[in-house]
């Protein structure tokens, strides 16, 4: 979904206030995501989890199930967070009155989360909130439903939430090439997954949302596995000594980041073709807030892709204060409207 906030000048913005929900409603959420046996292993060992089912591959294969099972609640978490782009104005959840597993879950299965609006009604004791009431299940590769959550959420209403403050001449744009969902033929609506070659325009500015708080824990891991072991990433002395304590954030970690945030407006993109002129003037330092916008400067066919097109983009990312932190020209390729792989992979 996307607000004007001025002449070719475009905010991101997502989740259903509360009005907008109504019993009887069906969404299908995208993406869906891969769980691999590493992420399995990580949940079970980061939580202290000691079914050794999860991570002792000799001992699953003894087991009826012959490989290591997903840990349930690492399957809940996905799950849930799958639902952001269609819940995104959701304050809380205040409960959940049953999370059945409904189907094993291994390393290398794909879930996909659908939600079935179940009850709406007022919430008393804050009237700029509403209750919803929601089934959110998940399905894997082969269509077999792995789980189903029975909750409860307070939903902000329309214009309630605290990133819906007026902005001076912002409003919502109407049609389907800002919409955030489509409406199936089974009268399911699906999100949709950013926008076509055909509707971006050379001089449209887009304002990425949500921003992106990087964390020292996270900083240094990107580092350390990227081979990148300088005192300022690994050796926290050295830190505090000579730094006064403020890690900078990795270059090339930064430019992943300020790529990554443009993907909610850019997801239709095909590959990167080229990255130009990257100009880092001022360092992000770990514990710190960036935000995103991105200008079209041109575009054209692609001459060996007729299903693309390519586009030239300015990206720059700011700090919470509005320093300039990094900017550059990226080229990519973007699938055409009605083209791609979206139907047959059920986007």
């Known amino acids: 979904m996307q607000f004007t906030t001025g002449e070719n000048r475009y905010r991101e913005n997502f989740g259903l206030s509360f009005e907008e929900f109504a019993v009887g409603q069906k969404f299908k959420h995208r993406p869906g995501v891969t769980l691999s046996q590493q992420d399995n292993k990580d949940e079970a060992l980061d939580t202290i989890n000691n079914a050794q089912l999860h991570y002792d591959a000799c001992y699953a294969a003894k087991t009826e199930w012959q490989h290591c099972l997903g840990v349930s609640t690492l399957t809940l978490q996905n799950v849930v967070g799958m639902t952001w782009k269609t819940f995104g104005k959701r304050q809380r959840i205040v409960g959940f009155d049953d999370i059945a597993m409904t189907h094993p879950?291994?390393?290398?299965?794909?879930?996909?989360?659908?939600?079935?609006?179940?009850?709406?009604?007022?919430?008393?004791?804050?009237?700029?909130?509403?209750?919803?009431?929601?089934?959110?299940?998940?399905?894997?590769?082969?269509?077999?439903?792995?789980?189903?959550?029975?909750?409860h959420m307070l939903m902000y209403k329309a214009g309630k939430h605290p990133l819906d403050a007026p902005v001076a001449g912002a409003e919502k744009l109407p049609g389907d090439k800002f919409a955030s969902h489509r409406l199936l033929p089974d009268g399911t609506y699906i999100e949709n997954v950013g926008m076509y070659y055909d509707d971006l325009q050379p001089g449209d500015i887009f304002e990425h949302h949500p921003g992106k708080t990087v964390t020292a824990e996270e900083n240094k891991r990107h580092a350390l596995r990227s081979l990148e072991w300088s005192s300022q990433y690994s050796d926290q002395h050295y830190i505090d000594t000579f730094l006064e304590g403020a890690m900078p954030v990795n270059e090339a970690f930064l430019i992943g980041l300020l790529t990554a945030l443009t993907t909610r407006s850019f997801d239709r993109v095909a590959a990167n073709l080229q990255w130009k002129d990257i100009q880092l003037p001022y360092p992000l330092y770990a514990g710190e807030t960036m935000y995103a916008e991105s200008e079209i400067l041109a575009k054209r066919e692609s001459k060996s892709r007729p299903t693309q097109g390519i586009l030239q983009v300015t990206s720059r990312a700011y700090k919470q204060d509005k320093t300039l932190v990094c900017v550059f020209e990226r080229h990519l390729l973007v699938y055409k409207r009605g083209l791609g792989p979206y139907e047959a992979a059920g986007y």
């Open 105 to 151: 879950v291994f390393g290398g299965d794909t879930l996909y989360a659908e939600s079935e609006i179940m009850a709406v009604k007022e919430y008393p004791q804050n009237p700029a909130l509403g209750i919803v009431t929601v089934i959110t299940s998940a399905v894997n590769q082969q269509g077999d439903v792995v789980t189903k959550i029975l909750y």
